[in-house]
């Protein structure tokens, strides 16, 4: 059982930064796949990002291409999700995921392929 913890979300201004973190618990994650998803009230949960159990291979929704980047410490069983150039439509509940696998990060981007949930952390961005 591996338990997700997300943290670093809050109220940031347009143009500004955010790193967020998704911290393990329980069994290490360092042969897990984890993806970023974003959700708003009413909506299903959308993928952002996703990053490989070795952190060689990552991938990216359109959207947030050369603004975000995904990056891991499996030392310190932690994914990190940098948020730059942040937009008012950015702001959702932003949750990370686990799913233990070799794969390419590309074969990550469905919901469905997890296993494990964080709770989720705010981001709000204002204009």
């Known amino acids: 059982q591996v338990q997700l913890g997300e943290s670093g979300g809050g109220l940031v201004q347009a143009g500004g930064s955010l790193r967020l973190s998704c911290a393990a618990s329980?069994?290490?994650?360092?042969?897990?796949?984890v993806g970023w998803f974003r959700q708003a009230p009413g909506k299903e949960r959308a993928f952002v990002a996703a990053?490989?159990?070795?952190?060689?291979?990552?991938y990216y929704t359109d959207s947030v291409k050369g603004r975000f980047t995904i990056y891991r410490d499996n030392a310190k069983n932690t994914v990190y999700l940098q948020m730059g150039s942040l937009s008012p439509e950015d702001t959702d509940v932003y949750y990370c995921?686990?799913?233990?696998?070799?794969?390419?990060?590309?074969?990550?981007?469905?919901?469905?392929?997890?296993?494990?949930w964080g709770q989720g952390t705010q981001v709000t961005v204002s204009s």
């Open positions: 995921a686990a799913k233990r696998g070799y794969g390419d990060a590309s074969y990550y981007q469905s919901s469905r392929s997890y296993d494990y």
């Open positions: 329980g069994r290490t994650f360092g042969y897990a796949a």
């Open positions: 990053i490989s159990w070795t952190g060689s291979s990552t």
